[in-house]
């Protein structure tokens, strides 16, 4: 298995550009999620799914738009990109919402300039 | 609102010493509570985590880490230290959504093992 794969690895954009960040699970898992990670502040939640065609908002979702049509991918969409964007992020996946078995992706480094 | 407090920003130990990693956590009830090591460059894995039971908890990479309601703490311990230690450290607690669940972490501790 896989896992969790996140694509790319790098990516720079500059100020105002759009892009998708992939992510895809081959475990079935029902519930999907974004973090951003940001130094001295951990992870954060951005937005989350709990099945296809359910999201919802985490604490930072402003900038970022996320859908989830199949179970295996839950692609995070930067709409006009800010400096404030450049970070770590990570999909992480569990079975169920109820579920705190995360397995996490090896994430994706943003620079925004 | 949830939150996790991880008091030390940087920890040096010598190899073969012991460590402890300090968590303090606020939440209204009865926690879950969680230790992540990511390694440079990559994501986060799950070292341990707390329910409910022995308040004791063991882990991968001999970590264990014990829960403290009274003092709002889940300290992460490893009697001795290995190089490979090396990594940053997250202290984790889960939080109901609306639809679900999250993790709200700590800022991370980072641990560097001298030799």
């Known amino acids: 298995n896989a896992g969790v794969t996140q694509t790319p690895k790098f990516q720079v954009l500059k100020t105002g550009q759009s892009m998708t960040l992939q992510c895809a699970q081959d475990m079935n898992h029902e519930y999907m999620s974004w973090y951003r990670q940001d130094p001295g502040m951990g992870l954060r939640l951005i937005h989350y799914s709990v099945g296809a065609g359910i999201t919802d908002q985490g604490e930072v979702p402003n900038g970022y738009n996320v859908s989830r049509s199949t179970t295996e991918d839950f692609p995070l969409r930067l709409l006009s990109a800010a400096p404030s964007q450049t970070s770590v992020y990570f999909c992480?996946?569990?079975?169920?919402?109820?579920?705190?078995?995360?397995?996490f992706g090896s994430g994706t480094r943003l620079t925004v300039v | 609102a949830q939150s996790v407090t991880q008091p030390d920003i940087h920890i040096t130990v010598s190899e073969g010493a012991s460590l402890e990693l300090r968590c303090n956590y606020s939440?209204?009830?009865?926690?879950?509570l969680f230790w992540y090591v990511q390694s440079p460059g990559q994501g986060l894995q799950l070292l341990l985590k707390y329910f409910s039971g022995d308040t004791l908890v063991q882990g991968i990479k001999g970590f264990e880490a014990e829960f403290k309601r009274s003092q709002s703490s889940f300290n992460l311990r490893k009697p001795s230290v290995h190089w490979s230690d090396a990594a940053e450290y997250f202290c984790a607690v889960g939080a109901w959504m609306e639809y679900g669940n999250k993790l709200v972490f700590g800022a991370g501790t980072i641990l560097r093992v001298k030799s």
């Open positions: 992480a996946s569990s079975r169920t919402e109820n579920n705190y078995g995360y397995t």
């Open positions: 939440y209204g009830a009865t926690p879950y």
